[in-house]
């Protein structure tokens, strides 16, 4: 029973437990049950299974959170985002042991919808470079590869069952990177779709709250319950979809373009049309844009931190911080109007298109823990605040996940997660 409970949907648990089917104790007993099996993965920060089973029983005895949109879900919270009842250390030893005083509002709104947060997963150092203890589920036996980062706990916890939903965050390619490292389905929303208020700041002009889903209709489901837009995937005729390769494809690895071809060929075959996208040369300056207002904004963002607790930041992070630091405000400007004007132009870049097929990353999973991987497709999209679904396509050489994003207008997710749906349902029936 504790098996086929994990395999459920997000959307079917929910309606299991509002319905009475299920009660959320009997739900969180399958996934605790899961995280102590899958525990050498280390995608937990911080897992209390007796705190789980008393929000579990809180809720079953409570008609008003029992019939919300993720009644009886367990959802792992990523460690960037405060948590009242439990630590958040924003992956840092600096802040071990720290108790905020609130939740942060995207937790608010998970529990106030039914939710039961299994916990908090491991994030990279702030949401940057130096990565965790986790490892990816997907990796063959005797190996061990990045899950990715920065929400490295977030996508290694759905990827082995331990819960259907977690939280991610991406300021450069946070949510689409450790989605497609892990297998699973990653969506970063519009930027500022999902409240950022109690979420570590990190660089607030890119900074954006998504998720970690086994599923298209699952990521749906989850922002769908934190704003009330209602972004049920639905079927669409005669889709036109661009082709977008980027100023950065030279760099893509086999195991990508053969990801790239496969999105494409699966769009043909459900009847989209598919034809190239010609990004003008602007572009081509985007990602040292977003590399910029990162280091930038971050190193204003950390400036209160004081002198003692700073000396304890990692050397890469420190340099990141001290970079921005020196980066003239004029270079900062510079780097928002080229933003700017890449968002205008994209508009009519994207007029005879409903959604793009875009790379995720440059290839399979890294060996190894040293490195998360590199955000090279990702950053772009980032700084655009275009809204992003990696979908897993299959796997590549040596049998680590690859997949494809699916890149919508501005506030076009609805449609973005339409197309990415239509693409993950296609693929599953054709394996």
Known sequence: MATEITGLSARTLARAVASGELSALAVVEAFIDRVHEKAAIGAWEHFEPDAVRAQARALDASPTTRGGLLAGVPVGVKDLIDTADMPTTYGSPIYRGHRPALDAACVALTR??????MGKTVTTEFACYTPGVTRNPRSPAGMVHTPGGSSSGSAAAVAAGMVPLAFGTQTAGSIVRPAAFCGVVGYKPSFGTVSTAGVRPLAQSLDTVGVLARTVDDAAC?????????????????????????????????????????????FSRMGAKVSDVVLPPLFEGLNEAQAVLMAYEAAASFKAVP???????????????EGGARTPGEAAIAARRLAAEARAALREVLAPFDVVLAPSTVGEAPVGLDSTGDPLFCRMWTVLGSPCVHVPTGVGATGMPIGVTIVGSLYGDALALSAAHALEQHLLSSH
């Open 112 to 117: 106030s919808a039914g939710a039961v947060v």
């Open 222 to 266: 989850f922002v769908s319950a934190l704003t009330g837009w209602m972004l049920v995937p639905r079927e669409i005729d005669g889709l036109r979809v661009g082709l977008c390769r980027t100023p950065y494809w030279s760099q893509a690895g086999v195991d990508t373009e053969r990801a790239m071809a496969a999105g494409a060929d699966a």
């Open 307 to 321: 002198v003692p607790d700073r000396a304890r930041f990692s050397a890469p992070f420190a340099q990141m911080l």
